[in-house]
């Protein structure tokens, strides 16, 4: 079985400040992680993944997010928030053996203050 | 493409009552799912499909029915809706274990 821990339900944080997201996950196997994105009152949207290669991954609006194996962790950064990046967002993760099944963290809702 | 759609957007239906969530995609993907949000727990997975014909159980199955006759429909049945189903219903798509598409969702609430 494979489990997704978002470590804070919230993070309150200052436009043009840095912020980081925490999630951890629990698998016995070899797994795919995803950031998702969902802006208020809408669906879900794919912010970045780690499949293979480079450990550290990027999207096209400036998040980052780095695997990291032995802590068993994909943490999401981005140096510079803008009020727009305001929304909840959910790590998830898959493996070969589960097919395309996601699972997901609680979510982190971000709220970037002026 | 439309991508994926969901109806209804919003829903109210009292306990005991049945009703089928419509989700369709246009983009020819094999694997649709269906997932429900409730605050503070992310999206559990209901049901999901690997393809025509073929359905298989989530995380949280009870309560729900689906069919895929087509590529395209996935539609998800409340036979008997109880007030614990209320919730916000995601379908989603993909073409392999890379990314799901989501749609916009339906809001349901059961009195």
């Known amino acids: 079985a494979q489990s997704v821990t978002q470590l804070d339900s919230q993070v309150p944080v200052f436009e043009e400040a840095p912020v980081e997201l925490r999630c951890n996950y629990s698998?016995?196997?070899?797994?795919?992680l995803f950031w998702y994105v969902q802006y208020p009152n809408q669906g879900l949207q794919l912010l970045l993944k780690?499949?293979?290669?480079?450990?550290l991954v990027e999207s096209i609006n400036g998040f980052e997010a780095e695997f990291n194996k032995s802590q068993t962790s994909f943490h999401l950064r981005k140096p510079s928030v803008h009020i727009s990046d305001t929304a909840e967002y959910f790590c998830?993760?898959?493996?070969?053996?589960?097919?395309?099944?996601?699972?997901f963290g609680g979510g982190t809702r971000v709220l970037v203050k002026p | 493409n439309a991508g994926v759609t969901q109806t209804p957007k919003f829903q109210v239906l009292k306990t005991g009552q049945s009703m089928t969530l419509q989700c369709a995609q246009d983009?020819?993907?094999?694997?649709m799912s269906w997932y429900r949000q409730d605050p503070g727990m992310g999206l559990r997975l209901i049901h999901y499909?690997?393809?025509?014909?073929?359905?298989d159980q989530g995380e949280v199955p009870n309560g729900y029915n689906v069919s895929r006759s087509t590529t395209e429909d996935f539609p998800l049945r409340l036979l008997s809706a109880a007030p614990s189903q209320t919730s916000v219903y995601f379908c989603?798509?993909?073409?392999?274990?890379?990314?799901?598409?989501f749609g916009p969702g339906t809001r349901l609430t059961v009195l």
């Open positions: 989603a798509s993909s073409p392999n274990y890379n990314e799901q598409f």
């Open positions: 698998s016995s196997v070899s797994v795919y």
């Open positions: 780690y499949l293979s290669g480079s450990t």
């Open positions: 998830a993760v898959s493996n070969k053996a589960a097919g395309n099944k996601l699972t």
């Open positions: 983009m020819n993907h094999e694997y």
């Open positions: 499909s690997v393809g025509a014909g073929i359905t």
